[in-house]
């Protein structure tokens, strides 16, 4: 039997959730996805937009200090060219 939110599996021989939804037991749950945050990649779990960070089951925004940009994670940042990290400031070189 095939669950709700669910579809049978590439290999014809059981199922997988729905994009959105995650295997719990023999049913398919919905992700909850925060606010600034999207469906992974995987499509049973979730990541934050680029900008914010995850912390628990939220995604909080990321303080970019002067002299500063986002990472390429998208998740943290990092000083511009002739800047160094220096706590939570950029400090010039």
């Known amino acids: 039997n095939i669950p709700a939110n669910a579809h049978i599996d590439v290999y014809g021989s059981g199922w997988d959730c729905d994009r959105g939804y995650r295997k719990s037991g023999s049913q398919c749950l919905k992700v909850n996805v925060p606010a600034n945050a999207h469906i ?22 990321v303080n970019v200090p002067a002299n500063a940009h986002i990472d390429v994670y998208g998740s943290g940042w990092n000083c511009d060219r002739g800047y160094k990290k220096s706590g939570s400031t950029c400090e010039p070189i």
């Open 40 to 61: 992974d990649v995987y499509g049973s779990g979730w990541d934050c937009d680029r900008g914010y960070r995850k912390s628990g089951s939220q995604c909080l925004k």
